[in-house]
């Protein structure tokens, strides 16, 4: 069953390293404007799976972060949330990791749902349960990368 969510309340999301970010709902609204980032849009169809998903996640996050905590300066002086700032956070391989993990991969998840055979009532499906992995959830956003900005 799918729970819907109508609070449409910002959330925060740890990052680790002692850097939240708090984000907007992912909505329809947020994922259209992704795609229709002039980067994602730039994107060929020869460009990798992991620059999709680098492009597409950008993307995203400069819609969607509206304000952060533990993000600082070289001196360790708060900065505030901008583009320059989005694209030096998502650099770093961790942080870029549990924002892929915690966020994009919520959206891109339900989008391959959509695309998947319910099992059949009667037959040996009846009861099967997800043998699925956390690691094959962890590689979703980058397989679907190119899926989700093609719509």
């Not at 994922?31 to 799976?49: F, K, Y």
């Not at 998903?53 to 993307?59: I, K, Q, S």
């Amino acid at each position: 069953m799918l729970k819907l969510d109508l609070s449409n309340e910002p959330v925060w999301l740890d990052l680790g390293h002692g850097v939240r970010v708090q984000l907007r709902p992912l909505t329809t609204a947020l994922m259209v404007a992704a795609r229709n980032d002039p980067a994602v849009q730039a994107l060929g169809d020869d460009a990798s799976d992991e620059e999709s998903a680098l492009t597409f996640a950008r993307a995203l996050a400069q819609v969607a972060i509206l304000d952060w905590e533990g993000v600082g300066d070289a001196d360790s002086n708060p900065i505030p949330v901008s583009p320059e700032a989005i694209d030096a956070l998502l650099d770093l391989w961790p942080l870029f990791e549990a924002f892929q993990t915690g966020y994009v991969a919520k959206g891109l998840l339900l989008e391959q749902e959509k695309n998947a055979s319910s099992p059949s009532p009667t037959g040996s499906s009846v009861g099967a349960t997800d043998t699925a992995r956390a690691a094959s959830l962890a590689r979703a956003p980058q397989l679907s990368a190119k899926t989700a900005r093609k719509g």
